[in-house]
């Protein structure tokens, strides 16, 4: 079954507008939350990450916010623009399995001019 | 430049015919993953390596086999492709170092199908 849970699967945004990416997890043995960026004809590149001890993380346009009670991750994208159109996915890492990296399934963003 | 490389970027073969894609990274990482990307799937992780020699299955194994002799170099083989390994392959690598962990650096892909 899907550990980690992305919703939703495809999102058009117009310029400027709030991109909003949902995650969420059932494995309370995750302990780092990073979300991947990926371009078409690329490989995903990490964007911004958070640990569990923090609420929210902001990178520029880019935050990530943590809800650790409801088990739930979302990365917000502010004033989005047409060169953030790529694929995000989020993930997690399992400290207790050689730290490995569960995936969701990606959201497709389209932010359109 | 710190990246990690794939050969082939695009590949056609046919059913049977044994090819092997390589990956290397010149990061010094010891960490090394290969990863399966199919639309509606996500990424689902092949093999993964934690050091010279060590190598481990990861989700989605059958039909692929992997190899770490060196540190840097981590190749994909499958002995005999078929149509459903027809899909976007990466490989990605990290390193153990403390602040640094967790951290995938991943290749450019290469495309394969399989006739």
């Known amino acids: 079954q899907q550990q980690v849970k992305q919703s939703p699967q495809s999102l058009i945004v117009q310029k400027g507008g709030i991109s909003i990416i949902n995650c969420a997890y059932e494995?309370?043995?995750?302990?780092?939350f990073p979300w991947y960026q990926q371009f078409p004809g690329k490989g995903p590149a990490l964007l911004i990450a958070?640990?569990?001890d923090v609420s929210e993380k902001k990178e520029g346009r880019f935050t990530i916010s943590f809800n650790k009670s409801a088990k739930q991750f979302s990365l917000h994208i502010m004033d989005s623009q047409p060169g953030d159109s790529a694929t995000y996915f989020c993930?997690?890492?399992?400290?207790?399995?050689?730290?490995?990296?569960?995936w969701g399934l990606g959201t497709s963003l389209a932010v359109n001019p | 430049e710190a990246q990690v490389t794939q050969n082939p970027r695009y590949l056609i073969t046919v059913t049977g015919k044994k090819l092997t894609v390589t990956c290397s990274q010149n990061?010094?990482?010891?960490?090394m993953s290969w990863y399966r990307q199919d639309p509606g799937l996500g990424l689902r992780q092949i093999y993964y390596?934690?050091?010279?020699?060590?190598?481990d299955k990861g989700d989605v194994p059958e039909g692929y086999k992997v190899s770490r002799k060196e540190k840097r170099n981590f190749p994909l083989i499958l002995e005999s492709p078929s149509p459903n390994q027809t899909s976007l392959y990466f490989c990605?690598?990290?390193?153990?170092?403390?602040?640094?962990?967790?951290?995938?650096?991943f290749g450019p892909g290469t495309r394969l199908t399989v006739l």
């Open positions: 494995n309370t043995a995750f302990d780092y």
């Open positions: 990605a690598s990290s390193s153990y170092v403390a602040g640094e962990a967790d951290t995938q650096y």
């Open positions: 958070i640990r569990p």
């Open positions: 990061m010094n990482h010891e960490y």
């Open positions: 390596s934690m050091n010279v020699e060590v190598t």
């Open positions: 993930a997690a890492v399992n400290a207790g399995n050689n730290r490995k990296l569960i």
